[in-house]
């Protein structure tokens, strides 16, 4: 499967950015899909996590109740919409899938991803 993320850009502090990644190429509605993120000089870490179906979620504690993880399996693509965005969050963001999941599992170990996007850039100026 090839993912492609979008939507990543600059935006001052407080402010919201959402982002997409649409997967072609396999089916999509059978992978957990994920969105980790890379600040320079940090390895990449995880942001949030979604199920199959999408009834199940998971984020990082330095994410929670500003980041929502979503997913249209309709149009094979996974969102992530950033509220209140801060100068820490700024890194390159990356979607992942996880083929090799049970129903309503949601992976937050980087090394359960099977498939990963090419990143988009989130600036966040203070």
């Known amino acids: 499967v090839q993912l492609q993320a979008s939507g990543g850009g600059l935006v001052q502090a407080g402010g919201s950015l959402g982002l997409s990644c649409t997967a072609s190429?396999?089916?999509?509605?059978?992978?957990?899909m994920g969105w980790f993120r890379q600040a320079p000089g940090k390895e990449r870490a995880f942001v949030a996590a979604?199920?199959?179906?999408?009834?199940?979620?998971d984020y990082a504690d330095s994410v929670k109740g500003r980041f929502t993880i979503s997913r249209d399996n309709a149009k094979n693509t996974v969102y992530l919409q950033m509220n209140n965005l801060k100068p820490e969050d700024t890194a390159v963001y990356y979607c992942?899938?996880?083929?090799?999941?049970?129903?309503?599992?949601?992976?937050?170990?980087?090394?359960?991803?099977?498939?990963w996007g090419q990143g988009t850039q989130v600036t966040v100026s203070s």
């Open positions: 190429g396999r089916s999509f509605v059978s992978y957990a």
């Open positions: 992942a899938a996880d083929e090799n999941t049970v129903s309503g599992a949601v992976p937050i170990d980087i090394r359960a991803y099977d498939y």
């Open positions: 979604i199920s199959w179906g999408g009834r199940n979620t």
